[in-house]
């Protein structure tokens, strides 16, 4: 079966880190470009990273840029995003994408 | 970055009868490629969100068809010829010419 399932999610304080993982599976990880998009609760959707099939190029939203790292590990079908000094704006439901595809989310609180 | 404004924001429609939201950008989204990256997603209340369409108009594998997308340059709609209940979410504009990648505010579609 074609999926991505999120993880990594979960309670962490201001100014704490967190990393998510995504595992793909039923295509080949490693042709294709993968994206983070987040949606804070009852809000939109917003683009957070992508990176290229080879990981070699990566974008970053202004409001993540420096403090957020996407990566992937093509021999592992896994894409990361690692999250540092993380605020109350980054509380959201984190979603990995591969074009046409989405993962389930996993959810990120910020709070003490 | 690119603005993308969609309207309405809220969409009552009736069972059976067509819904359009138009979505526009405040730059052209035709790349040097020749092609125009405008998506459309959508979100039923609460699942992970969906592709429908890429392109402006290319339906995804699965997307019924009486799903469909028209526009050009900055100026595009997405069209339901006929509600039915399971079309009742958020639908989303999206676009994948410029960096950051961008999405429209949503748009709430709901049964009368």
């Known amino acids: 079966e074609v999926q991505l399932l999120e993880s990594g999610g979960g309670l962490v304080q201001p100014g704490g880190s967190l990393r998510l993982s995504c595992v793909a599976s039923?295509?080949?990880?490693?042709?294709?470009?993968m994206t983070w998009v987040r949606q804070a609760p009852g809000k939109g959707l917003q683009w957070v990273s992508a990176i290229t099939d080879s990981g070699g190029s990566t974008k970053y939203a202004d409001s993540v840029k420096g403090r957020f790292t996407i990566s992937r590990d093509n021999s592992k079908n896994t894409l990361y995003l690692q999250m540092n000094s993380l605020g109350a704006e980054d509380t959201a439901v984190y979603y990995c994408?591969?074009?046409?595809?989405w993962g389930q989310g996993t959810l990120v609180t910020v709070s003490s | 970055d690119v603005v993308m404004t969609q309207s309405p924001l809220s969409l009552p429609v009736t069972l059976g009868q067509p819904a359009s939201i138009s979505c526009r950008s405040n730059q052209s989204l035709l790349y040097s490629d020749g092609n125009t990256y405008l998506n459309w997603f959508q979100q039923r209340p609460g699942q992970s969100p969906r592709r429908l369409i890429y392109?402006?108009?290319n339906r995804d594998s699965g997307v019924p068809d009486r799903f469909s997308g028209s526009g050009s340059g900055s100026d595009f709609t997405l069209k339901i010829s006929r509600v039915e209940a399971e079309d009742v979410g958020v639908y989303y504009c999206m676009q994948g010419a410029y960096w950051p990648r961008t999405f429209g505010q949503g748009t709430k579609v709901e049964i009368k």
């Open positions: 039923g295509f080949t990880f490693s042709n294709y470009a």
């Open positions: 994408a591969k074009a046409g595809l």
């Open positions: 392109q402006v108009s």
